[in-house]
T-cell receptor, first 115, second 113 residues
Framework: NAGVMQNPRHLVRRRGQEARLRCSPM?????VYWYRQLPEEGLKFMVY????????ESGMPKERFSAEFPKEGPSILRIQQVVRGDSAAYFC?????????????FGPGTRLTVL | GENVEQHPSTLSVQEGDSAVIKCTYS??????FPWYKQELGKGPQLIID?????GEKKDQRIAVTLNKTAKHFSLHITETQPEDSAVYFC????????????FGKGTKLSVKP
């Protein structure tokens, strides 16, 4: 059973370009979460999505950042007009959803470097 | 806003000794507390979790305790091994709603052989 998959693992962009990060949840999981991790820091929540629905985007910057989880295909975190401060590791997690509090399992992350 | 404090930031122990990491949380509505282990260049791996209706949970060499009144929880690793060396993160749910986890800043554990 494959775990959470993220690609690309490493992404280099120049200032002003767009970055697209992809996340495929574990089989049977319908909930996806995106977190950002700066060096030597913990993970900061960005957004929580279910299929075709954003549940909580309270941690996501209002400008330049967007996320989606379409009916078919992976979840996408999009960062437009990247700046150097966007350089970080971006982790996706998935959970089974439904009742109770479900464990979140993390992918290997995408390390974004903005030149 | 909600916050999770984690201590110590670094911890060095001899192989075979025990390691204890402590966290406090601010949101009294939090009801789920997972612990993650992160190795260099990898994603966080869930190692144990506890819910607010229990005070202690154990899985082989790893145990977690929760004190709801004091709003703190701890990770205990016994008989440490070099492969336990990693960064450990505690987290607390944001309120009772599913989704958002608030993470501590991590503890870098080094186990010396």
């Amino acid at each position: 059973n494959a775990g959470v998959m993220q690609n690309p693992r490493h992404l280099v962009r120049r200032r002003g370009q767009e970055a697209r990060l992809r996340c495929s949840p574990m089989k049977g999981h319908s909930h996806v979460y995106w977190y950002r991790q700066l060096p030597e820091e913990g993970l900061k929540f960005m957004v929580y999505l279910q299929k075709e629905n954003i549940i909580d985007e309270s941690g996501m910057p209002k400008e330049r950042f967007s996320a989606e989880f379409p009916k078919e295909g992976p979840s996408i975190l999009r960062i437009q007009q990247v700046v150097r401060g966007d350089s970080a590791a971006y982790f996706c997690a998935s959970s089974r959803g439904s009742q109770g509090y479900n464990e979140q399992f993390f992918g290997p992350g995408t390390r974004l470097t903005v030149l | 806003g909600e916050n999770v404090e984690q201590h110590p930031s670094t911890l060095s122990v001899q192989e075979g000794d025990s390691a204890v990491i402590k966290c406090t949380y601010s949101d009294s509505a939090s009801n789920y507390f997972p612990w993650y282990k992160q190795e260099l260049g990898k994603g966080p791996q869930l190692i144990i979790d506890i819910r607010s209706n229990v005070g202690e949970k154990k899985d082989q060499r790893i145990a977690v305790t929760l004190n709801k009144t004091a709003k703190h929880f701890s990770l205990h690793i016994t008989e440490t091994q070099p492969e336990d060396s990693a960064v450990y993160f505690c987290a607390a749910s944001k309120g009772r709603s599913q989704g958002n986890l608030i993470f501590g800043k991590g503890t870098k554990l080094s186990v010396k052989p």
